[in-house]
């Protein structure tokens, strides 16, 4: 089963700037970030297949952006235009070849009004 580290996060301003950064142990057919707010399900913000597919969660089109690193497993969550209510833990998660999938411990994001 594939390994997932994350790193990024904190505290940013509204309308600043967080990046998000995952890093897999081995070779993935989709990574992507979820994140889960108190109360609320976990949701899918975003994810890039290897062939480039991407999709996106409504609430964050236009302000977010995934990129990945085909050669080095990794991939980044670019996160513009911050609002109060992207407020969450955001958790890196993977497909791997086989079909097993694996979850990142979670990185919190905190953004002040």
């Known amino acids: 089963q594939v390994q997932l580290v994350e790193s990024g996060g904190g505290l940013a301003q509204t309308g600043g700037s967080l990046r998000l950064s995952c890093a897999a142990s081995?070779?993935?057919?989709?990574i992507g970030w979820y994140r889960q707010s108190p109360g609320k399900q976990r949701e899918l913000v975003a994810r890039?297949?290897?062939?480039?597919?991407?999709d996106y969660a409504d609430s964050v089109k236009a302000r977010f952006t995934i990129s990945r690193d085909n050669v080095k497993n990794t991939a980044d969550l670019q996160m513009n235009s911050l609002k109060p209510e992207d407020t969450a833990v955001y958790y890196c998660?993977?497909?791997?070849?086989?079909?097993?999938?694996?979850w990142g411990q979670g990185t919190q994001v905190t953004v002040s009004s």
């Open positions: 081995g070779s993935t057919i989709s």
């Open positions: 998660h993977a497909t791997s070849w086989d079909g097993s999938s694996a």
């Open positions: 890039r297949t290897y062939a480039d597919n991407t």
